[in-house]
């Protein structure tokens, strides 16, 4: 296991549930077959910027720009086409990473897109990963909505 994917964990698991104690973050790491000291998890908490409020761990707000992916994907998708549990995003030249970062942002931040498990971009293509055919038929109609509105 490395820190990566760790500290990725810890984050899943403060935006899905409330933890107060590192005993708890510690049983739930655990429960998902990850072990970690306590010393680690502290440094994994301060590396994080983490803070204990009164819902449990949560992370600072970053300081980076909400982007709207419906304003960059009425400006970049080209086309929309699904293929199992994975939908394709043809965008213009040199834009697929920006699109699939909004939407990365969109699935973990606000949670306004919990089907998409995650994204792939090359130079123009993006690829969406969902959990099935059915989840994926309904994020590409998603975006195709966001298209014709624009």
Known sequence: ??????????????????????EELA????????????????????????????DGYRELH??????????LASEFVRDVRCALNQVV???????ASS????????????????????TIAGDDTILVICADATVAESVAARIRQMLEGS
Do not use: C, Y
């Not at 990850?34 to 803070?51: F, K, N, P, Y």
């Open 62 to 71: 970053r300081e980076t720009p909400h982007v709207n992916i419906a304003s």
């Open 89 to 95: 995003l043809r965008t213009a030249p040199g834009h």
């Open 99 to 118: 699109v699939a970062v909004a939407l990365d942002g969109a699935a973990l931040d606000d949670e306004s897109w919990p089907e998409v498990l995650g």
């Open 1 to 22: 296991m490395t820190k990566t994917f760790r500290q990725g964990q810890i984050l899943r698991l403060i935006r899905t549930r409330s933890l107060f104690t590192q």
């Open 27 to 54: 049983r739930q790491l655990r429960d998902s077959g990850l072990e970690a000291t306590q010393v680690t998890l502290s440094r994994d908490i301060r590396e994080l910027g983490l803070v204990k409020t009164t």
